[in-house]
């Protein structure tokens, strides 16, 4: 292995522990926080950390004259609305589902992420369509959530139903999120997730002081503990990577992290939290791995001979 590809595979299984482990880390301090003032504090630190990485970060990026560059209050109301769906719904949603449902059980319906995106792209980018994968994943996918959902207890499928839809609510709205970011003119990326970053914690911060005492909370230290490595590492670390990641592999390793952040998410709980999953679940995750597989299936039309 040559050393370019041994350093991809670093930061793509970088990304994929730090995004995996923190479901469990969501779970813990799910105790001393509630849901937006959770979101709020660990944006505004991620925020925060960009602030004092941008200086060494950012790159004068060349001006693209086939597309005209967006006035600033355009760009951050637009960011705004990502930020919306990219971060407040998300991960205001995941800490209310953690209430009910296990790090890694949550972690397995985040997997669902790209079949939304593909859901959604067909609607909302022109020139997509639906092909055979396209609707072969999105039915794995589906059969995958009703395995973790579950057939049995009636009573318990009514008590799940609420928090595990705030879960798949998460996964939808980044997958909403995806797309809306493909609308965004070309600039520099971690400027955008700066705004991102502060957007989001104003929003959740907003929200937090409405249904929620931010003032009133008295957290264990452990909790704050958590809330600012989830504001480092998951909300501003990983991004970075992320980019990086792009930039040097392409989007089609880098959306390897997909297969990878469920599977850290679940052996997390499994070490951690000493769980045992129920053979539905592994089912489950093997048919969400099956439906993220299809989808990035692609085949070379055959060449015709005259």
């Not at 939304?116 to 996918?141: C, D, K, M, N, Y």
């Not at 973790?148 to 009514?158: P, S, Y």
């Not at 937090?208 to 909370?217: G, N, Q, S, Y």
Request: overall charge neutral.
């Amino acid at each position: 292995m040559n050393r370019d590809l041994a350093i991809n595979y670093i930061l793509l299984a970088a990304i994929a522990l730090i995004w995996g482990s923190q479901y469990l880390l969501i779970e813990i301090a799910n105790d001393s926080f509630p849901p937006f003032s959770m979101a709020a504090c660990r944006f505004l630190i991620g925020a925060l950390t960009l602030s004092l990485l941008l200086p060494w970060l950012e790159k004068p990026t060349p001006p693209d004259p086939r597309q005209k560059a967006w006035p600033t209050w355009k760009l951050w109301s637009f960011i705004a609305v990502i930020a919306f769906f990219d971060g407040t719904i998300p991960f205001a949603c995941l800490p209310f589902g953690e209430r009910h449902v296990p790090s890694d059980i949550a972690s397995i319906f985040m997997g669902m992420t790209p079949i939304f995106t593909l859901v959604f792209a067909r609607f909302l980018i022109p020139g997509e369509r639906f092909t055979w994968q396209a609707i072969l994943s999105t039915a794995l996918g589906m059969f995958g959530v009703l395995l973790l959902v579950g057939f049995g207890d009636a009573a318990q499928f009514a008590e799940n139903i609420i928090p595990q839809g705030a879960i798949l609510l998460s996964s939808a709205s980044l997958a909403f999120a995806l797309i809306l970011l493909r609308w965004l003119p070309p600039g520099n990326a971690v400027r955008k997730t700066y705004i991102l970053l502060v957007c989001a914690s104003v929003q959740a911060l907003i929200l937090a002081f409405i249904f929620e005492k931010p003032l009133e909370m008295d957290p264990e230290p452990e909790a704050w503990l958590l809330v600012i490595v989830m504001g480092v590492l998951p909300s501003a670390i990983v991004t970075l990577l992320y980019i990086l990641l792009n930039d040097r592999a392409g989007p089609t390793f880098t959306s390897l992290n997909n297969y990878l952040v469920p599977l850290v998410g679940v052996f997390v709980g499994l070490i951690f939290m000493h769980r045992e999953l129920e053979p539905n679940t592994w089912l489950a995750l093997g048919v969400i791995f099956a439906a993220m597989a299809v989808k990035e299936l692609k085949f070379k039309k055959a060449a015709h001979t005259k």
